[in-house]
C-alpha cells in the first residue's frame, strides 16, 4: 500500500487528522481523544496491520508536550509516523498503547520520567531510570537544575 493509499483509507476512519509533508513517512497528527482508537485500527486491521512500534518518544515543543510514534508494518512492509500533542503543561496524559504494541510499557514510562506525560491505563506508570524522591523533569525544556546543571 502507497502512502497516498493509507493516507486515504486512514483518513476515512477518524476525522480530525493531519497530515504533514514528511519526505521519508507518512506523518498524522491525531487530536488525543483519537489516539487508540487510531492506534487500535492501525494495528488491528488486516490492510494496514501496524504491528511494529519501533520507536516512542516524547517531545517538548515550548508550549505543548506531545509524543511520537514511529510504527511499521512487517506483513505489507510499510510505516508511518503518529504523533499526539497537548497544551497541558500541568497534567499532560494520554491513552497508554502499551496494549497493542508491549514495548511502548517502556517507553511509555521513559516518557513519564523525563518529561513528566502520563499514560491513562498503563500497568506500571512509574519513574524508569530517576529516584521517586526526583523533582521535575530533566527533559522538559522549563526545567531548572541549580546544582547540576551550568549555564553560560
Known sequence: MTNDQLKEKINGWISGLEFPEN??????VVPAESLLKLARLLRETPETAFDYLFC????????QLGVVYHLESTTHNHALVLKVKTDDRVNPN???????????????????????????????MRRLFLDDEWVGYPLRKDYKDDINIIER
Request: hydrophobic letters at 35%; one cysteine or more.
Open 94 to 124: 494520554f491513552d497508554t498503547v502499551c496494549g497493542l504494541w508491549r514495548t511502548a510499557e517502556w517507553h511509555e514510562r521513559e516518557v513519564f520520567d523525563l518529561l513528566g506525560i502520563k499514560f491513562n491505563n498503563h500497568p506500571d
Open 56 to 63: 516512542l518518544s516524547g517531545v517538548d515543543y515550548g508550549k
Open 23 to 28: 519526505k521519508q513517512y507518512l506523518e498524522i
